[in-house]
Nanobody, 121 residues
Framework: QVQLVESGGGLVQPGGSLRLSCAASEFALEYYAIGWFRQAPGKGREGVSCISTSDGSTLYADSVKGRFTISRDNAKNTVYLQMNSLKPEDTAVYYC??????????????WGQGTQVTVSS
């Protein structure tokens, strides 16, 4: 069974940084495109960033471009989301997912349980 586990969430002040990790057991992440999504209370799930399997190309939502960076370490079987210059509107539960790529949740078949990110002073 494909299992993804997110970690690294927490409470941070505006302007601060966090690094989220997405780790997998029982399968190799390098064979999947990995996406990061977020869902704030009362809102739908939003695509934040993704990284491809082949050439490592990346994609970002306009709302996070220039502030967030996605990367993968195949040796550690982990994908990271470095989040800088965090804003209160970044507050959400963040999920990683494995699938075909892009920023649409429907293109992903395996999901983690999520990690809470709260940006507040």
């Amino acid at each position: 069974q494909v299992q993804l586990v997110e970690s690294g969430g927490g409470l941070v002040q505006p302007g601060g940084s966090l690094r989220l990790s997405c780790a997998a057991s029982e399968f190799a992440l390098e064979y999947y495109a990995i996406g990061w999504f977020r869902q704030a209370p009362g809102k739908g799930r939003e695509g934040v960033s993704c990284i491809s399997t082949s050439d490592g190309s990346t994609l970002y939502a306009d709302s996070v471009k220039g502030r967030f960076t996605i990367s993968r370490d195949n040796a550690k079987n982990t994908v990271y989301l470095q989040m800088n210059s965090l804003k209160p509107e970044d507050t959400a539960v963040y999920y990683c997912a494995a699938g075909m790529g892009g920023l649409r949740p429907t293109d992903y078949e395996h999901w983690g349980q999520g990690t809470q990110v709260t940006v507040s002073s």
